[in-house]
């Protein structure tokens, strides 16, 4: 059974910043941050295409967060990092990672792309 585990949540000030980690027992074509605050939908954060090709590697960003978090691969450790920089009140939430397959050949930050999902790490900003 696929597992992703995340850490390295916390709580910092607004323009701290945090690095959270999502360890997967095995990888898919696509790696995704959500991000949930309650009483509002999951929202797509970033997304890294993880499957060896000429794609690997490629990330996408809510445009919230461009700029801002920057995530990346460690092929060797099966882990995706989202590093959080300059972080707002508003980037406070859970922070879920999840793998999935491609829409429409591309890793988006849709939800119902994305079948393995972590039990999420706490992510929280004051102002």
């Known amino acids: 059974e696929d597992q992703l585990v995340e850490t390295g949540g916390g709580s910092v000030r607004a323009g701290g910043s945090l690095r959270l980690s999502c360890e997967a027992t095995r990888l898919n074509y696509c790696l995704a941050w959500f991000r949930q605050v309650p009483g509002y939908e999951r929202e797509g954060v970033a997304s890294?295409?993880?499957?060896?090709?000429?794609?690997?590697?490629?990330?996408s960003y809510a445009d919230s967060v461009k700029g801002r978090f920057t995530v990346s691969l460690d092929n060797a450790k099966n882990t995706v990092t989202l590093q959080m920089d300059s972080l707002r009140a508003e980037d406070t939430g859970l922070y879920y990672c999840?793998?999935?397959?491609?829409?429409?050949?591309?890793?988006?930050?849709?939800?119902?792309?994305?079948?393995?999902w972590g039990r999420g790490t706490q992510g929280t900003v004051s102002s």
């Open positions: 890294i295409y993880t499957d060896n090709g000429p794609k690997k590697g490629t990330t």
């Open positions: 999840a793998t999935g397959g491609l829409y429409n050949g591309v890793c988006r930050l849709r939800p119902s792309q994305y079948r393995v």
